[in-house]
Nanobody, 127 residues
Framework: EAQLVESGGGLVQAGGSLRLSCAASGFTLSDYDIGWFRQAPGQEREGVSCISSSDGSTYYTDSVEGRFTISSDNAKNTVYLQMNSLKPENTAVYYC????????????????????WGEGTQVTVSA
């Protein structure tokens, strides 16, 4: 079965770091533009970061720019999200998805009916 599985979430104090992983099975992740999205309780899902499969260009939402880094390891068929200097407002369930509507610049949106969505991983940042 082709699927995405996120891992690496947890509870961390403000200022701490986590690295999320998005592992693909049953398909080749590098064939797609990939995105990380998050949803906090009572809030809309929002885009966090995306990476292009064609040239490796990346997108970050303004609030995480400079603190989060998206990367991919094609040999492991996995995309990562390194999150540093975490803040309580980063608390959410984080999802990876493929494909995403990424223009290679400063716009990245998910597709509601995207081919692949993971189940999500909970990130909780305490003050």
């Amino acid at each position: 079965e082709a699927q995405l599985v996120e891992s690496g979430g947890g509870l961390v104090q403000a200022g701490g770091s986590l690295r999320l992983s998005c592992a693909a099975s049953g398909f080749t992740l590098s064939d797609y533009d990939i995105g990380w999205f998050r949803q906090a309780p009572g809030q809309e899902r929002e885009g966090v970061s995306c990476i292009s499969s064609s040239d490796g260009s990346t997108y970050y939402t303004d609030s995480v720019e400079g603190r989060f880094t998206i990367s991919s390891d094609n040999a492991k068929n996995t995309v990562y999200l390194q999150m540093n200097s975490l803040k309580p407002e980063n608390t959410a369930v984080y999802y990876c998805t493929a494909p995403v509507d990424y223009d290679g610049d400063d716009n990245c949106n998910s597709y509601r009916d995207a081919e692949y969505w993971g189940e999500g991983t909970q990130v909780t940042v305490s003050a």
